[in-house]
């Protein structure tokens, strides 16, 4: 079976429900100055590497993770690596820190507001790929702290494994000069419409810009179509998501969503089988109260 790697944060998400639509209490005006009143909380494990490496798990595969936790809460995190037969030896333990957290809010209509700490990631040390294996079929470079994501885009470059990036929240946090530099050697760019959006805006750059960089450009909509472009191949399809029959909680589809499809790429080779994949997971996740409990 096919290896792959990933990089990205690990983090102890708190999950939060507001029964409302955020909108309403939103006014026209650029200063945000409100309050919402929440209905639940929950802590679960998470962050993008966590998450996907989850994912990979569940399918039964063949995968190395890189990422940091903090000593001082790291415990828990390592158990679960243990019960879920998730290699950890690539992980790597910050002292006297915390792990990364997430407080993500969730309204009504699944719109969300994220606030992250990096914690421990930021404080990572330059050596994680010094001694890494570079057998991979692919690797995805999931968000992290910049520095973090730099060091994988260059480990994969210097061994010319296939990158899939996936910048997500860290796409401001970019130089220009960088952000294309690593895009230009992508096999895949995977992220959402606003992310996309963000691309264009933060960088100055039209659509077809970024599908003349990266091979394949993968484009998200929550549960409207997904949207494949890759401009050498003349593709440029929607494939309709799975209608999810209850759906809980959106947080960490898209991680699910990375974790079937690319096991089953490395297989298949095909995208509509992949794009399949990755919506089957992804609507097991969005059925689960957490993001790691499908």
């Given at each position: 079976?096919?290896?792959?790697?990933?990089?990205?944060?690990l983090?102890?998400?708190?999950?939060?429900?507001?029964?409302?639509n955020?909108?309403?209490?939103?006014?026209?005006?650029?200063f945000?100055?409100?309050?919402f009143?929440?209905?639940?909380?929950?802590?679960?494990?998470?962050?993008?590497?966590?998450?996907i490496?989850?994912?990979?798990?569940q399918?039964?595969a063949?995968?190395?993770?890189?990422?940091v936790?903090?000593?001082?809460?790291?415990?828990?995190?390592?158990?679960?690596?243990?019960?879920?037969?998730?290699?950890?030896e690539?992980?790597?333990?910050?002292?006297?820190s915390?792990?990364?957290?997430?407080?993500?809010?969730?309204?009504?209509?699944?719109?969300q507001?994220?606030?992250?700490m990096?914690?421990?990631?930021v404080?990572?040390?330059?050596?994680?790929?010094k001694?890494?294996?570079?057998?991979?079929?692919?690797f995805?470079?999931?968000?992290?702290s910049?520095n973090?994501?730099?060091?994988?885009?260059?480990?994969?470059e210097?061994?010319?494994?296939?990158?899939?990036?996936?910048?997500?929240?860290?796409?401001?946090?970019?130089?220009r000069?960088?952000?294309?530099?690593?895009?230009?050697?992508?096999?895949?760019l995977?992220l959402?419409?606003?992310?996309?959006?963000?691309?264009?805006?933060i960088?100055?750059?039209k659509?077809?810009?970024?599908?003349?960089k990266a091979?394949?450009?993968?484009?998200?909509?929550g549960?409207?179509?997904?949207?494949?472009?890759?401009?050498?191949?003349?593709?440029?399809?929607?494939?309709?998501?799975?209608?999810?029959?209850?759906?809980?909680?959106?947080?960490?589809?898209?991680?699910?969503?990375?974790?079937?499809?690319?096991?089953?790429?490395?297989q298949?080779?095909?995208i509509?089988s992949?794009?399949?994949?990755?919506n089957?997971?992804?609507?097991k996740c969005i059925?689960s109260?957490?993001?790691?409990?499908?």
């Amino acid at each position: 079976m096919s290896k792959i790697g990933i990089s990205g944060h690990l983090a102890y998400d708190h999950l939060l429900r507001y029964k409302d639509n955020f909108k309403r209490n939103l006014s026209a005006s650029q200063f945000i100055n409100c309050s919402f009143v929440l209905s639940e909380k929950l802590v679960s494990f998470g962050g993008c590497a966590g998450n996907i490496a989850y994912g990979l798990a569940q399918l039964g595969a063949d995968f190395d993770m890189y990422g940091v936790l903090g000593s001082l809460d790291s415990n828990d995190y390592l158990d679960r690596f243990k019960k879920f037969n998730i290699p950890s030896e690539n992980v790597v333990i910050i002292p006297n820190s915390y792990t990364a957290c997430a407080y993500i809010a969730t309204d009504n209509e699944s719109q969300q507001l994220t606030f992250f700490m990096s914690n421990a990631a930021v404080l990572a040390s330059s050596d994680v790929y010094k001694f890494a294996k570079t057998d991979y079929e692919i690797f995805i470079v999931s968000p992290d702290s910049v520095n973090c994501m730099i060091e994988a885009y260059e480990f994969t470059e210097k061994h010319n494994i296939p990158l899939v990036f996936d910048p997500g929240q860290q796409i401001s946090a970019f130089q220009r000069d960088k952000f294309l530099e690593i895009l230009e050697y992508s096999e895949f760019l995977i992220l959402n419409k606003e992310e996309m959006a963000l691309i264009k805006d933060i960088f100055q750059l039209k659509d077809f810009e970024i599908y003349n960089k990266a091979s394949y450009v993968i484009i998200t909509d929550g549960f409207k179509p997904i949207n494949v472009v890759n401009s050498e191949l003349n593709i440029n399809e929607y494939f309709d998501t799975l209608p999810a029959k209850n759906p809980i909680d959106p947080t960490g589809c898209g991680d699910a969503f990375r974790a079937g499809f690319f096991t089953e790429y490395l297989q298949s080779k095909d995208i509509a089988s992949s794009v399949h994949a990755g919506n089957s997971l992804a609507v097991k996740c969005i059925g689960s109260a957490t993001t790691q409990d499908y």
